[in-house]
């Protein structure tokens, strides 16, 4: 195999990249795939590794091809439009096949997730009109329908971050104030008026919180 490490630089000379480490950085790459271009055997790499090599080096996918795959195009122009075509074919395969794959997750969750919900979704528009029609109906007789909900934060690991109501010392990083950019020493007490959530180490929404003693209503 000829070494085609000269016209590697030169392209990317003129695309201002600097280094073969940096090729490999801009288009997720591997430097092992980029040796493997500079050896001249670009047929071996995947189509999805080549058009992002070539749209880096900002040139044409049948250019590159034409320069770092040891074939002699001059008798032989149609090899060079046969792998292409075969590279191309490969990778559209491989991105229906990923998204057949995401497809199927997406629809899997969507069926888990209402499979848990679905006492929640039948029953709770029937006890909003009961409550409507009733207006002494206590609320606590709704409370049971939210267990499903309990259930599948509980699946997913996701906490809640205090109890509305309660007095709890004013943490920055889970807490909130409610009145927008005021800012509070470290351990001001306050009231939770809207809880936060986790999940795990993350955090997905800080608990909304007032100053004791703040009157907001």
Do not use: C
């Amino acid at each position: 195999m000829s070494d085609r490490t000269e016209i590697l630089r030169q392209y990317m000379h003129l695309a201002g990249v600097s280094s073969f480490q940096l090729l490999s950085e801009r288009t997720g790459v591997s430097r092992r795939a980029i040796d493997t271009l500079r050896k001249g055997d670009a047929k071996t790499l995947k189509y999805a590794d080549l058009a992002k090599l070539a749209s880096i080096l900002q040139i044409d996918l049948t250019e590159l091809i034409d320069n770092f795959i040891n074939y002699d195009f001059s008798t032989d122009r149609e090899s060079n439009v046969s792998v292409i075509t075969a590279l191309r074919d490969e990778y559209q395969r491989l991105q229906q096949t990923l998204a057949n794959q995401q497809k199927e997750l997406r629809s899997h969750f969507e069926r888990e997730t209402l499979q848990h919900l679905e006492s929640l979704l039948l029953q709770l528009p029937s006890a909003a009109y009961a409550a409507q029609q009733n207006p002494n109906m206590l609320a606590k007789n709704i409370l049971p329908l939210l267990r499903p909900l309990d259930t599948l934060l509980q699946r997913w690991e996701i906490s809640v971050i205090g109890a509305v109501g309660a007095e709890v010392a004013y943490d920055p990083q889970r807490h909130q104030l409610m009145e927008g950019n005021d800012e509070i020493a470290v351990g001001t007490p306050v009231i939770i008026r809207y809880i936060g959530y986790m999940q795990g180490e993350k955090l997905l929404y800080r608990a909304i919180v007032i100053i004791k003693g703040t009157d907001t209503e």
